[in-house]
C-alpha cells in the first residue's frame, strides 16, 4: 500500500516535470501539452534529500527519457516503505533548546505564537504512514501542537486583555522535575460585533496546485468561509500562476454566490510566480482598505514558488513594509511533496497573521468557520512573553518548543522588535521543564530576584517567577506592559484534565523529534495518561488516535526499506 502512495507522489511529481519545448512553468500549455521548470533541467532536483534514485529519476527526465509508468523505475525497490523519503518538502531546522540556569540565565523571553500548522501537519504524515524517523525534525514545533487544542483557561478580568493562567505539578517524563503549564486566554467575539472585514484571497492556482488536496480543497474551504463573513464584508480574489489574475475585486458578501462561482471556477496550471502577485493583492487591500476593519491578505499555496520574487528575504521586506499600513497577512498551507513549510511560517510571521495547514475538509472547518474570529480580529499585536525565575525555587528551566521564537532579553522592551499576534478567542499556551533547587545569593543586579538586597525578599515572598508580558494594541507604536508574579500556591498535585493532556502533547512531541530530554517518555505512558482523563472534544480523541497509531507502528520492527 505504502509504495502505491509512493508512485502516486512520484506520478504528481513527473506531471510537473515533462518536457514540451524550452519554456519555463509547469503547468498545461494551450495545446494541454506540459512544460519543464528550467531549474529541473539545471540540476534543481539534487535538492532531494536523502534519495539518490529520485536524483536519477530527475536526470533521466531531464534528458528526455520519460517513463510510461513511475512504477517501472522503481522495479528493483518494490519494499520502500515510506512517502517521506521522496519529497522536496522544506522545514527550517530546530536546534532544540537545553536546561538554562537560573543564576546565569534567570530570564527567558519569547514571542507569542497561536499558529497550528505543525499538529495537522504531522497529522497528515502519520496518517500517511510515516514512521517517526521518517519525520523531518524541524516539521516537530511543539508550541503549535500544544496551541492546536482548546483548553479551559480563566479570561481577561479588570479591563485586561489576557487572561492569565498557570499550574505547576510534577513532570510525567522526569518524575525528578517539575512542569509549569502557563495559559493566556482573550475575550472570544462575536462575528456579527467584529469590524467589518476587506479580504483578498490570494491563491496559488499553478500546476503543483492540482492534486485533490491542493486547490479543490482550498476551493471547498473558502467556500465555507465565505458562508460566514457578513453582507458588509468585501472579497476580492487574486490568482497567481505563469501570470497574474484578478478574479474578482471588492466584491461584497450579500453576493455570496459571485465569490464562491469566483472560487469554483479556479483551475491549477502553470509556474508560481507568487511574488508579484502577492504585490497586486497588497494593491487590492488598499484598494479596498476600510479604516479600523480587519483588512488581510490570505494566500493560499504549496509555497513552491519559482518565477519572480521568490527569495525569503525580498517577500519578508515586502510583507513587513505593506503590515505598517494595517493589512495583514495570514498563510494557509495545502498538499504534500513539494510543500515549502518553512517558506509559509516565515511569510505569516512577517504579516502580523496566522499560519495554518490545511490537510482535509474537517481542518478547514476548524480553521474557517470554528475559529474564524480568532483568526481574523487581531486584539493584540506584538506580543513577547518574559518570565524571571526565582533561584529560591528553581534552579533550571527549559522551555517547551518556541525554538524559533525565542528573543534575547532586551529585546523585550525594544517596541520596534516584531512579535507574535493574538486574535480574540485566541489562547496561548507554554510548557515548562523545571528543576527545583534550593536559596542561593549570587547576585544579579537589576532583577526581581538576584539582587543582593532582594535576596532574603525573594527567599520568603514564595514567588517562584513572574510572568511580564509587553503588548500593543492595534495599529499603536508603543506597548503595554503587564506583570504577574506567580509562586508556591499554583502546585498542585490535581492537576486536571487540562494540564495533563497538555502534558501528554509535548511528551508526544518529544518522541516524534527523538529529543534527547525525552526521559522516561512512551507512547504507553501517553495512551494511559490519556485514558485516564476526560477526552472533552473531538480533536482529542483524535489525538489519541493518532498516539495510538504511532505506538502501533514504532512498537513493530519496521521492514526493511528495500
Request: with cysteine; charged share 25%.
Amino acid at each position: 500500500m505504502r509504495k502505491d502512495i509512493v508512485r502516486r507522489i512520484f506520478a504528481a511529481s513527473m506531471s510537473t516535470i515533462l518536457c514540451f519545448g524550452a519554456l519555463t512553468g509547469c503547468g498545461e500549455s494551450s495545446e494541454g501539452n506540459l512544460t519543464a521548470p528550467q531549474d529541473i533541467a539545471t540540476g534543481e532536483a539534487e535538492r532531494v534529500k536523502g534519495a539518490s534514485y529520485a536524483t536519477e529519476a530527475m536526470a533521466d527526465v531531464a534528458d528526455g527519457a520519460v517513463y510510461a509508468d513511475p512504477g517501472d523505475y522503481y522495479e528493483d525497490y518494490n519494499d520502500y516503505e515510506s512517502e517521506a523519503e521522496f519529497n522536496t518538502e522544506e522545514y527550517d531546522s530546530i536546534n532544540e533548546a537545553g536546561f538554562a540556569s537560573v543564576q546565569t540565565s534567570p530570564l527567558s523571553t519569547f514571542s507569542a505564537d497561536v499558529d497550528t500548522a505543525s499538529y495537522s501537519n504531522l497529522r497528515r504524515m502519520i496518517e500517511s504512514g510515516y514512521y517517526a524517523s521518517d519525520i523531518p525534525a524541524g516539521a516537530v514545533r511543539t508550541e503549535e501542537m500544544l496551541n492546536y487544542f482548546s483548553y479551559t483557561y480563566n479570561g481577561p478580568k479588570d479591563g485586561e486583555p489576557f487572561g492569565v493562567n498557570a499550574k505547576i505539578s510534577a513532570c510525567p517524563w522526569n518524575k525528578e522535575h517539575l512542569l509549569l503549564h502557563l495559559g493566556l486566554a482573550t475575550e472570544a467575539i462575536d462575528l456579527s460585533d467584529a469590524p467589518d472585514s476587506n479580504i483578498v484571497f490570494l491563491i496559488d492556482v499553478s500546476g503543483s496546485m492540482y492534486d485533490d488536496n491542493k486547490l479543490p480543497l482550498l476551493q471547498r474551504s473558502f467556500c465555507l468561509m465565505v458562508d460566514q463573513l457578513g453582507e458588509k464584508d468585501k472579497v476580492s480574489i487574486v490568482t497567481y500562476a505563469s501570470g497574474n489574475d484578478i478574479i474578482i475585486d471588492g466584491v461584497p458578501c450579500s453576493d455570496k454566490e459571485k465569490i464562491k462561482d469566483a472560487l469554483n471556477g479556479l483551475s491549477a496550471g502553470g509556474s508560481t510566480n507568487g511574488g508579484e502577485a502577492l504585490k497586486m493583492a497588497y494593491d487590492l487591500a488598499e484598494k479596498n482598505f476600510i479604516k479600523g476593519g480587519n483588512n488581510r491578505v490570505i494566500l493560499a499555496s504549496d509555497g513552491d514558488w519559482n518565477v519572480g520574487i521568490s527569495s525569503q528575504s525580498a517577500m519578508s521586506e515586502l510583507i513587513q513594509e505593506e503590515k505598517k499600513g494595517g493589512v495583514y497577512l495570514s498563510v494557509l498551507g495545502f498538499g504534500m511533496g513539494n510543500y515549502s513549510d518553512s517558506r509559509m511560517q516565515t511569510l505569516a510571521d512577517d504579516g502580523n497573521g496566522n499560519y495554518a495547514y490545511i490537510d482535509n475538509i474537517k481542518e478547514a472547518n476548524k480553521v474557517l468557520v470554528e475559529e474564524l474570529g480568532a483568526n481574523m480580529v487581531t486584539v493584540a499585536d506584538d506580543v513577547k512573553l518574559q518570565i524571571e525565575f526565582n533561584p529560591a525555587y528553581v534552579s533550571e528551566y527549559r522551555l517547551l518548543g518556541y525554538e524559533n521564537r525565542r528573543l534575547n532579553a532586551e529585546d523585550f522592551e525594544d517596541d520596534t522588535k516584531d512579535a507574535g499576534e493574538i486574535g480574540a478567542g485566541h489562547s496561548v499556551t507554554a510548557l515548562y521543564e523545571l528543576v527545583p533547587a534550593g536559596a542561593d545569593d549570587d547576585a544579579s543586579s537589576g532583577l526581581r530576584y538576584q539582587s543582593s538586597a532582594l535576596t532574603e525578599e525573594a527567599m520568603n515572598s514564595g514567588e517562584w517567577l513572574t510572568l511580564s508580558i509587553r503588548y500593543k494594541k492595534p495599529g499603536e507604536d508603543s506597548s503595554n506592559l503587564l506583570e504577574y508574579p506567580i509562586g508556591g500556591d499554583r502546585y498542585t498535585e490535581n492537576t486536571g484534565d487540562d494540564f495533563r493532556f497538555a502534558a501528554a502533547v509535548a511528551e508526544f512531541s518529544l518522541l516524534l523529534r527523538d529529543s534527547q530530554y525525552k526521559g522516561d517518555a512512551s507512547y504507553g505512558h501517553i495512551l494511559s495518561e490519556l485514558d485516564s482523563i476526560r477526552l472533552s472534544d473531538e480533536y482529542r480523541l483524535e489525538f489519541r488516535e493518532l498516539v495510538s497509531t504511532m505506538a502501533e507502528r514504532e512498537g513493530a520492527e519496521p521492514e526493511s526499506e528495500w
